[in-house]
């Protein structure tokens, strides 16, 4: 069986903000809308959003789709990497295959 793929964007931030990245894909159908809720994740329309961006108390925040947290990271890239990760896995385990552009 073929798996459909998920075009993940990743963006500078508001006003190309170097300190946040969005990350932005349509809205996967075999996702609930409820999990993407539980996990803290915002949809705008038919897409998927959420950031990585700086932490009040240093470092950055990222959403960890293992579990219904939201975790930190002493950098951007680290806190990017991770999150993409997760979400690769995640998207996986309903099935997808996952291209970042």
């Not at 975790?71 to 996952?98: K, M, P």
Request: avoid cysteine; charged fraction near 25%.
């Amino acid at each position: 069986m073929d798996r459909e793929t998920v075009y993940v964007y990743v963006r500078l931030g508001p006003n190309d903000n170097d300190s946040v990245r969005l990350v932005s894909f349509p809205r996967p159908d075999r996702v609930p809308v409820s999990k993407w809720l539980d996990l803290g994740i915002a949809i705008d329309g038919n897409r998927i959003l959420f950031s990585v961006l700086p932490y009040v108390e240093g470092g950055y925040a990222y959403p960890d789709f293992s579990d219904e947290e939201w975790s930190h990271a002493s950098s951007l890239d680290s806190a990017l990497a991770v999150a993409e990760r997760t979400l690769l896995d995640f998207l996986d385990g309903y099935g997808y295959d996952v291209e970042f552009r």
